[in-house]
């Protein structure tokens, strides 16, 4: 089942397609209705309502859904679902932690390579003048969603459009894609080609591990507790609360991003250079200038 977390829908769904039959029953408020999505145009059919039990990580949470018929992906968590379980998503380090009332789970995050393509069909003729861009409307098969468009590689091919990758934001299965002609001709397309196809990414949860929150406690006791002024304590404390997994010294970590060197260049051994000639008075005012630094603290030894 593919789940997908939506921070801009107020409550979690779930499609009727990927229940079994015989969940039917199940369903509490079987009367038929109507719900509005953030579009404020684009309305789903809702057939009832059911309590969902969901495994992340460790942790069984659970969370009251509206069935509907269709959607664009299996489940969808909505913010009742983040708020309950004070949710974070970090998408710099691809990672997503869930809490309940004892402890925290950090979960990894992939997209989903088996992605549902949805094609970008042109909704009517194009001429696109020679050295310019022109957007155009396109029709796809999702009524409101925030989608990756990737142009035709064989319609790239074909012709000399330009089409680059993007995001689009659809409304009533319509968008809109630029196209740039960098020719000296004009150039037409016909109603109905395909453009390209845009996805909806799924996340797809790997287990990662979880957080001890009673050393993490210990350890930033002993980091604060030479601050005497108990409320400059819980303000440091308040500071440091977020990066409680750093502070989690029961398991070993290692760090396995490696830094790039500024400058590129080949492997090769040390250069060496013959030391350059100077007379013993610029040797003298040498010796005095870091003698002086070495006083002032402005420089150290080196025992390299």
Not at 83 to 106: A, C, F, H, M, P
Not at 187 to 202: D, E, M, Q, R, V
């Amino acid at each position: 089942m593919k789940v997908m977390i939506d921070t801009g829908a107020n409550r979690s769904f779930i499609s009727i397609k990927a229940l079994d039959p015989s969940y039917g029953k199940h369903l509490i408020n079987k009367s038929h209705s109507r719900i509005i999505l953030a579009d404020g145009y684009t309305s789903l059919s809702v057939f009832g309502t059911m309590t969902l039990s969901i495994t992340m990580g460790d942790m069984l949470t659970s969370i009251k859904a509206f069935v509907v018929k269709e959607l664009c992906a299996d489940c969808i968590l909505g913010m009742d679902f983040i708020n309950k379980y004070k949710l974070i998503i970090n998408t710099e380090e691809q990672i997503v932690s869930i809490s309940d009332d004892y402890k925290r789970t950090t979960l990894k995050f992939a997209v989903n390579k088996n992605e549902i393509r949805y094609p970008a069909r042109l909704i009517n003729n194009v001429w696109v003048p020679p050295k310019q861009t022109v957007t155009v409307l396109v029709s796809v098969e999702l009524s409101s969603a925030e989608v990756l468009f990737r142009p035709s590689f064989k319609l790239q091919q074909r012709s000399p459009v330009v089409m680059l990758n993007s995001a689009l934001t659809i409304h009533h299965h319509t968008s809109f894609i630029s196209l740039h002609n960098p020719t000296t001709y004009s150039y037409s397309l016909p109603k109905g080609i395909i453009l390209g196809t845009t996805t909806i990414p799924a996340l797809s949860f790997k287990r990662n591990s979880t957080t001890d929150h009673q050393i993490v406690h210990k350890n930033i006791n002993n980091l604060i507790r030479h601050i005497d002024n108990p409320e400059q304590q819980d303000r440091v404390k308040t500071l440091l609360n977020p990066y409680a997994k750093l502070f989690d010294t029961s398991k070993l970590t290692v760090a396995s991003n490696v830094t790039p060197h500024a400058i590129k260049t080949l492997d090769h051994p040390p250069p060496v250079s013959k030391p350059y000639y100077s007379t013993p008075s610029k040797q003298e005012e040498m010796y005095k200038i870091v003698q002086e630094l070495l006083h002032f603290g402005l420089i150290r030894p080196s025992d390299s």
